[in-house]
């Protein structure tokens, strides 16, 4: 062999993702970005599909529970973002630990995250209770606003149990063994179904039926997920059973990385959730279609998370073996993949929306069809943002993975919130039957909010995008 690509290989060794072409030289090998994300991007899809399950069993009660659905769907989420935030904190920390080849450092993390989702509890018990003055403020009309609250209630009793299934989930993603993860999330999935027949209709919980739902098919999976992380052959090489001991200063370094870290997707996603809540307070019929436009989106998002999951894991490993510059080749590789994906399967679910969206609204409603026919318009608007969705996902975890959250964070939170937030106000709200009165009012309703999230998405998806290749995040250290 010639010494210089024997050098190479010596030097590329320990980097994921790496083959060589027949002249010696590094490139990207695409079937083990492959092997990584598929299981994630599958694992993501499941998610899509337990949201699928719960708004298609929430629409048989009424077009008012879908609307609900809407108004706190991603609130719930923002919550279990900036309170648990650890949990995602733990994934590029054991990618780091895993590139550098120190396995129980990756087992300390993952531990670190397991402490930090229990010292959760207190903190979500209060946002739990505290619903109706969350809520109070937001105008919903009562059918929606009482059918929230009592989805509300239990789903954030159960939110710590999602968090430690975030922080057994990350472990598994860092280390590059996402089978495991999959495998995870399909039980949760599966045990979902018949949880919601049961809890939802047969024992008439309704939509408080749907939130025990998912927190118990969390908390099996969750319990599987600890169970494998003390399997025998995670001990073996991680020695997971010697380093559960809680370690105060570390914990509290975790929970310094999550919130940050939990804060930069929360930012949007909170974003969303007021996005959803003017929605519904434009009525049932636009609450109800732009929910069930969301969630059928969501078919294009989740997944590319999935894969944006895998960059965060192959950045993290290439900075922890020492190669930024091969961090910086296997990012952009997630970000072109995510682009890609993101563009087809947005364009593919305009054109199924008026077979699509009737699965989703119980067809014996007084406003079933004007539902239908604005899901299928919101459906056409959506497809035009999804290329700049994909830009946004995937640089946003690739910078993720390198631990460059702050200033992003930041740009998002401007671009979010004095821009979209008051963009769609100002369009989407007839004269009087806004928030704010010292807004212009154009009545464009969840049309012309769609097109307010349509230029939102493009902005981001371009700020983040140069953030990544810029490089700043070089410079950062985690460890």
Known sequence: MDLAVDSSLRQFSRLPAVR???????????RAVGRLAVPLAANSALQAVLNLTDTWFIGRLSPDATAAIGAVHFLVIVCLLVVGGAGLA????VAHAYGARRQKRA??????????????????IGLAFAGPWILGPFGLAPAIHGAALDYWLPRLLGAPVGVLLWTLSAFFNGIGRTGVTLTLMAVV????????????????????GAAWATTLAMAMGAT??????????????????????????????????GLPTG??????????????????????VDGAASQIAMVLTSVAYLPVVGLALAGTTLVGQSIGAGDKAWAARVGDTTIVLAVGYMGAVGVALALAGPWLVPLFVNSAAPDAQAVERLGVVLLWIAAGYQIFDGLNIGSSFCLRGAG????????????????FIPAVHIVAFAPGQGWIESLPALGFGSVGGWF???????AAGLALFARWRSGAWRSIRLT
């Open 20 to 30: 060589f072409d027949a002249e010696g030289r590094p490139r990207v090998d695409l």
């Open 90 to 93: 733990v994934q590029p920390l």
């Open 107 to 124: 087992s300390q993390a993952a531990w670190l995250g397991v402490w930090s989702a229990l010292l959760t509890a207190p903190v979500f």
């Open 189 to 208: 999935a599966v045990v979902n179904v018949p949880l919601n027949e049961l809890l939802i209709f047969r024992l008439g919980f309704g939509m408080a």
């Open 224 to 257: 599987l997920a600890l169970a494998a992380f003390l399997s025998r052959p995670v001990r073996a090489e991680y020695r997971s059973h010697l380093t559960w001991r809680p370690q105060w200063k570390g914990i509290r370094r975790l929970l310094a990385l």
């Open 263 to 284: 804060l930069f997707p929360a930012v949007e996603v909170g974003a969303f959730w007021l996005f959803q809540v003017m929605m519904a307070r434009l009525g049932a």
């Open 404 to 419: 460059d959250v702050r200033v992003p964070t930041v740009l998002l939170t401007g671009l979010a919130w004095a821009g």
């Open 452 to 458: 307010a999230a349509l230029l939102y998405i493009v």
